[in-house]
């Protein structure tokens, strides 16, 4: 009995030992199944992790073009020498094009590099294009695709289509060893280039006039008039982007980089505010093309409607002065509709808009794009101020009064408009009343709606307009090439196709009085214009950016009209800004320009 007894315990021990044995093998095979059928190819992913390593190479970013086809901004490489090309991470010194090139001559493995925007165009469209920089924390966080090398739009059309322009990096596969050394080359990814936008930009125009500013405070705009296709959206004064987006190799030159940096992000005027699109300025009497429209469509006006002009409008114990009148003390008597555009003419613009009242006033105004974005393709347009009676009512908490009439007729008041908006309310009016979104990209239709402004109020308005730019109007800068391009026997589209110019003067008031009474003022200037007589201009001979930009013009071709709209900005130097005189004389030079002049 008791050998049976030991027996079994003996048997029963064997037998958990066995289990035991059992248990552990199937742990052993478990672990080899999840290691080999569920878990191999991350385990695979790691000794290849140990055996290759990978090195990206920079994307190659998409470019923009001109209206021309030619490129703005070029993919410039830069080069670094590196200490030891076997090693993974080698430490790297920035080196000049003719250094690399040397060493690519006799020790090409020591040399790497990278990737900088180089804009052609710097100043003069750095508004629109804007420029790269590196990726921040934020932007990680915002996209995970981002990589900490990658270099990403921070402005402009560079930040807008930013995700089509990136790229795709290339890459190098090696064999490394167990002391982490490159062995051989085992692979390469080409990668992909990112994709080119096409845009409506003239950069030459662009930089001609930003040169006709002279550095003063403003904005110039120049588009098509038949699809508003923005040629120059320019504000001033403007930053180089090459500062933002190259870094030096010289430590002396690079500290100067920096330096110009600092002092374009102190700069008091904000260098960095495109002023063409989300300034917001009193449009002065710019705006009365809008009253004078609003007026004829509403019938409370017809080309013989007279105003007398006596100097000041009195109701009540209120005055309000015509310009003429407070600056010379003179009057223009009784005056119609087309005098009254030619002349500026506050009085007869008082009544209209008393005439027609404020909300049709506001109404013609938000017909012609203004109180709303323009949807162009760039952040931070503002949307300006239409204002009428309930917006007074609501935002500022008084009535509307007769005066408030009186000065949004003349542009002053709290309507407030953008450089861009007046550029878009004169393309519709040069366009026979069709308005059209502005672009700044080449597309194969414009988006546009029609007005339902009547064929000869538009005549008589663009009538006043080239009255304006002619002997006798406001605009006296314009006098001696309307006498030249044009004949009376035509109606005003044909005058104005054949090369005259039909354009409103505006000086805007803002901000308090002084102590005498005065407010500074902005100057602005719109018009229209054909291009007709491009035809027979020849380059510059002291100007070769002029003879590229003739080149260009008779080879691509160029709008048949287009419309420039100019402010100038109030200043300390000049606080009294004047239309004819600075906004006037900018627009001037430009066209002298384009005629070579």
Same mark, same amino acid.
């Given at each position: 009995m008791r050998n049976l007894v030991q027996h079994y315990h003996f048997s029963t021990r064997v037998g958990w030992f066995i289990l035991g044995i059992l248990f552990f093998f199937l742990l052993i095979f478990a672990r080899l199944v999840d290691i080999q059928?569920?878990?191999?190819?991350?385990?695979?992913?790691?000794?290849?992790?140990?055996?290759?390593?990978?090195?990206?190479?920079?994307a190659q970013r998409g470019v923009f073009f001109d209206r021309y086809q030619q490129s703005l901004v070029w993919n410039k490489r830069v080069y670094l020498k590196t200490d030891d090309p076997t090693t993974l991470h080698p430490k790297t010194t920035s080196i000049s094009r003719e250094e690399a090139l040397q060493l690519l001559a006799t020790d090409s493995a020591q040399v790497r590099y990278g990737l900088e925007r180089d804009y052609r165009f710097p100043e003069s469209v750095a508004h629109v294009l804007g420029y790269v920089g590196p990726v921040t924390?934020?932007?990680?966080?915002?996209?995970?695709?981002?990589?900490?090398?990658?270099?990403?739009?921070?402005?402009g059309l560079e930040k807008i289509f930013d995700q089509r322009l990136r790229g795709q990096a290339a890459s190098e596969v090696y064999e490394i060893n167990a002391l982490g050394k490159r062995q051989r080359l085992i692979s390469k990814n080409a990668g992909q280039i990112g994709q080119n936008i096409a845009t409506s930009l003239d950069p030459y125009l662009s930089k001609a006039s930003l040169e006709s500013l002279g550095g003063q405070a403003g904005a110039v705009v120049i588009m098509d008039a038949s699809n508003s296709e923005v040629l120059t959206l320019l504000s001033s004064p403007s930053f180089d982007a090459n500062v933002l987006s190259t870094r030096l190799t010289d430590v002396i030159l690079e500290r100067q980089r920096q330096q110009q940096l600092q002092d374009l992000l102190s700069n008091p005027l904000?260098?960095?505010?495109?002023?063409?699109?989300?300034?917001a300025y009193p449009p002065g009497s710019v705006f009365?093309?809008?009253?004078?429209?609003?007026?004829?469509?509403?019938?409370?006006?017809?080309?013989?409607?007279?105003?007398?002009?006596?100097?000041?409008?009195?109701?009540?114990?209120?005055?309000?002065?015509?310009?003429?009148?407070? #600056?010379? $003390?003179?009057?223009?008597?009784? *005056?119609?509709?087309?005098?009254? @555009?030619?002349?500026?003419?506050d009085i007869y613009f008082y009544k209209v808009a008393e005439w027609l009242g404020p909300n049709k006033l506001a109404e013609f105004a938000r017909l012609f794009g203004f109180g709303q974005v323009t949807k162009i393709e760039l952040l931070g347009e503002t949307a300006g101020v239409v204002p009428d009676p309930s917006w007074k009512e609501r935002v500022i908490g008084e009535p509307w009064y007769l005066g408030n009439t009186f000065h949004m007729g003349i542009g002053?008041?709290?309507?407030?408009?953008?450089?861009? #908006?007046? $550029?878009?309310?004169?393309?519709? *009016?040069?366009?026979?009343?069709? @308005?059209?979104?502005?672009?700044?990209?080449?597309?194969?239709?414009?988006?546009c709606s029609e007005l339902g402004i009547a064929d000869e109020n538009l005549e008589l308005v663009l009538l006043g307009m080239l009255d304006a730019c002619s002997s006798g109007g406001t605009a006296y800068p314009f006098f001696p090439h309307n006498e030249i391009y044009r004949d009376e026997e035509m109606n005003a589209q044909q005058q104005?196709?054949?090369?005259?110019?039909?354009?409103?003067?505006?000086?805007s008031e803002f901000g308090g009085?002084?102590?005498? $009474?005065?407010?500074?003022?902005?100057?602005?200037?719109?018009?229209?214009?054909?291009?007709?007589?491009?035809?027979d201009v020849v380059g510059r001979d002291d100007d070769e950016h002029h003879r590229a930009w003739i080149k260009q013009v008779k080879e691509a071709g160029f709008p048949e009209k287009i419309v420039i709209t100019v402010l100038v900005e109030s200043d300390e130097d000049n606080p009294f800004k004047e239309g004819s005189r600075d906004a006037g004389e900018v627009a001037k030079e430009i066209v002298d320009w384009m005629y070579g002049k």
């Open positions: 059928l569920f878990r191999g190819h991350y385990f695979l992913d790691l000794a290849n992790d140990n055996r290759y390593f990978t090195i990206q190479l920079p924390k934020d932007n990680l966080i915002e996209d995970n695709s981002l990589k900490v090398s990658d270099v990403i739009g921070k402005m904000q260098i960095f505010f495109n002023r063409s699109l989300s300034g009365k093309l809008v009253t004078a429209l609003g007026g004829l469509e509403e019938a409370v006006i017809d080309a013989q409607t007279v105003v007398l002009d006596e100097g000041v409008l009195r109701v009540g114990e209120y005055e309000y002065a015509n310009w003429y009148y407070t #600056q010379y $003390g003179r009057t223009e008597g009784e *005056i119609s509709l087309q005098r009254s @555009l030619s002349r500026s003419n002053q008041g709290d309507i407030l408009v953008t450089p861009l #908006q007046v $550029g878009q309310m004169t393309q519709a *009016i040069a366009n026979h009343g069709t @308005l059209c979104q502005p672009t700044l990209l080449k597309k194969d239709h414009a988006d104005i196709k054949n090369g005259a110019v039909a354009c409103k003067t505006g000086t009085a002084d102590e005498k $009474g005065y407010r500074k003022t902005h100057a602005w200037l719109t018009m229209t214009m054909g291009t007709a007589g491009l035809k």
